[in-house]
């Protein structure tokens, strides 16, 4: 099985844009998470999805939004970016279904946004 | 919320030496434990898991973990290292349908020649 992609790899952009990133789980997982790695504040659940509804969300302001599609995969957006918005944005999925081993979370390489 | 302690975060070790990585984590309800790998430039790999049953889980490469309920600890150990097995290791907490992983700090391990 193919694991968990996500485009793109690398972003620049400018404070005050917005950036859309994407994910695609593995075939047949239905719950996309993200989380955000920076150096300073480590690795932080942003939110999740399971079939397009949001079951779970971090403590990140509103300008981080997400939405899932029917086929699974996962937008994250974030608008009006700040420098502290640089980071790696990992995207992970899993069966959702809540039963420990179906929820085992499986990562994909990141998105590394840097904001200037 | 859940809390997640990484004792260490850096571990330098000889090769052929045996490395252990402490985590410990707040909650006393029931939880989903985990440890993660990062190389450098690469998202997170599972390195094991402890879900329920017996308190010792083997992982790929060679590691393996101890559950300690009482303790609230879930400590990564492998007998003997190699140079490959330098990198990021992350411990993380998930409880029981909480849709979530809580992460520690990381604790960064060298291995040298």
């Known amino acids: 099985k193919a694991g968990v992609t996500q485009t793109p790899r690398y972003l620049i952009k400018t404070r005050g844009q917005q950036v859309t990133l994407s994910c695609s789980p593995i075939?047949?997982?239905?719950?996309v998470s993200w989380y955000q790695q920076t150096p300073g504040q480590g690795l932080q659940f942003l939110f999740e999805?399971?079939?397009?509804?949001?079951?779970n969300k971090g403590n990140f302001p509103g300008r981080f939004s997400g939405r899932q599609f029917s086929n699974s995969r996962s937008e994250m957006n974030v608008s009006t970016l700040e420098l502290g918005d640089s980071a790696l944005y990992l995207c992970a999925s899993s069966l959702g279904l809540g039963t420990g081993e179906e929820d085992t979370q499986y990562f994909g390489p990141g998105t590394r946004l840097t904001v200037l | 919320a859940q809390s997640v302690t990484q004792l260490d975060s850096q571990v330098p070790v000889f090769e052929e030496a045996p490395v252990e990585l402490r985590c410990n984590y707040s909650?006393?309800?029931?939880?989903?434990l985990f440890w993660y790998v990062q190389y450098p430039n690469q998202g997170l790999q599972l390195l094991l898991k402890y879900l329920s049953g017996s308190t010792l889980v083997k992982g790929i490469n060679g590691f393996e973990a101890e559950f300690n309920k009482s303790q609230t600890s879930f400590h990564l150990r492998k007998p003997s290292v190699h140079i490959s097995d330098t990198a990021e290791y992350f411990c993380?907490?998930?409880?029981?349908?909480?849709?979530?992983?809580?992460f520690g700090a990381g604790t960064t391990v060298t291995v040298r020649a």
């Open positions: 909650s006393s309800v029931s939880v989903y």
């Open positions: 075939s047949g997982h239905r719950s």
């Open positions: 999805y399971f079939s397009e509804t949001q079951r």
């Open positions: 993380a907490v998930s409880d029981w349908g909480d849709y979530k992983l809580s």
